[in-house]
């Protein structure tokens, strides 16, 4: 196979599909093909399915320390490779190198803090009402999970995924994103060659409907985690329903930044920049919703018009039906009289880069209000004060993330008692997780489960209760 290629990777072997058909990627920063990538099918995600199960249970033998060590090692190789896997996402996405590799970073360091949760996989002891007898809480694995995910931040999205399934002892299906299917690969080859054994963690390529469809299906697959679109989501979920399979659904965001009238106005700025466009808008916590306190909002979207015009090319977003959409919703907001400050338009012939987009006077049932569009666009709404403001972000079927700045602590935690919001912050931006921090949103941006942390444990284990009876007369 020719590093052109992103076959699938079965029992550790890279395989094409059964059928041998192939799909091309393009490059987002300049339109040009990039490689191409097993179009895989049914047959495949069964052929990765079997493999998984044979390979889980002496994967499951191995202690919870040993799985930790050789989650350790694959992030280690993931470090000493780091430029070659930046480089790879930079092809893949058209994001700056600088970004991709703070990416990679976050990727490594979520192996580092899965390594360490082998020896402080901690149960609970308790008591019961019966003598003699004591319960304690043990992790087991769940056994076979399917990994599906986006393509946003498509390093990390694998380490949030595959890392915790390996500590926890189950072999995997990762269904990597059609726009990203190179890095998913590479890294499933990575924890090969840092001494993962083949069949643990397995790769199918292809698209949702016809490569991950049959995985979500499949009764042999006790856990389906999916990290995408609430519409995917619904389908999905719709799938394993059926079947009662565990599911956990990490979904998307109208995420919002309010700005109060007593913020620091050149720090919000700031922060609405990065929130708003970096990773060009394509990030399930961006902020597209940014909402001002009425007394600021001139003074606020002076400074944040003249900071958008000399921003830097946020990069190109995924696709060219990516960027025909986000145009389109913002000349349809326009249509409806919406008034767009800045962007709206296609910079360039090549590739798929949108304008960082502003748009005022959206009504708040327009689609811009409510939808995710999941690129470089976000809208500005005036509030009279912080209850308008609570009202408003709490207008949507979303409810991932949310921002205040405001130096007022009392301001600050009365918005975070009254947002339906997985994740507050205080005076940055709508982004920025890190390894040991629980993730996850509530209402339509996820089932409820949290993704990295130790939450993310609960994820990719079961709890077993083992009652000790003891007799005292045979002690
Ligand atoms: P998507 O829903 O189009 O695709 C996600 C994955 O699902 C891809 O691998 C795709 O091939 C697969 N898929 C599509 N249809 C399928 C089907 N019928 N059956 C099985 N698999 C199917 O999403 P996307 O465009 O890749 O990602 C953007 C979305 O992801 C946004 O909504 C964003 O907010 C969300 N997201 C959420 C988080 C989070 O942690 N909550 C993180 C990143 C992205």
Known sequence: MSSAEAPNLVAGEDRPAADGRWLEKTRPADGAVLCRFARSGAADADAAVTAARAAQPDWAARTPVERGDMVRAIAELLRERREEASELVVAETGKPLALARGETAAAIEMGFFMAGEGRRSYGRTTTASMPHRTVLTVRRPVGLAALLISFNTPLPNVAWKAFPSILCGNAAVLKPSEHTPLSGWWLARLCLEAGLPPGVLNVVQGLGPEAGTPLVEDPRVDLVSFTGSAGT????????????????????????????????????????????????????????????????????????????????????????????????????????????????????????????????????DAPLSCEELFGPVATLYRVADLAEAVALVNDSPYGLTAAIHTPSVHRALRFAEQVAAGVVVVNAGTHGSEPHMGFGGVKQSGTGWKEAGVEALDVYSETQYVNLVVDPGLA
Not at 257 to 270: F, G, K, M, P
Request: hydrophobic fraction near 45%.
């Open 233 to 364: 989501g619904r389908v999905i979920a719709g799938a394993t329903a059926r079947r009662l399979a565990k599911t956990c659904l990490e979904l998307g965001g109208k995420n919002a930044l309010v700005v109060c009238d007593d913020a620091d106005l050149a720090r919000a700025v700031e922060w609405t920049l990065a929130s708003a466009f970096s990773n060009a808008g394509q990030r399930c916590a961006s902020a597209s919703r940014i909402v001002v306190f009425d007394a600021v909002y001139d003074a606020f979207v002076g400074r944040l018009l003249d900071a958008v015009d000399s921003l830097d090319p946020p990069g190109p977003v995924i696709a060219e039906e990516s960027m025909e959409r986000i145009l389109a919703a913002v000349a349809r907001a326009r249509e409806g009289g919406a008034t767009v400050l800045r962007g709206g338009e296609r910079v360039g012939e090549r590739g798929w880069h949108v304008a960082p987009t502003l748009v005022e006077g959206v009504s708040l």
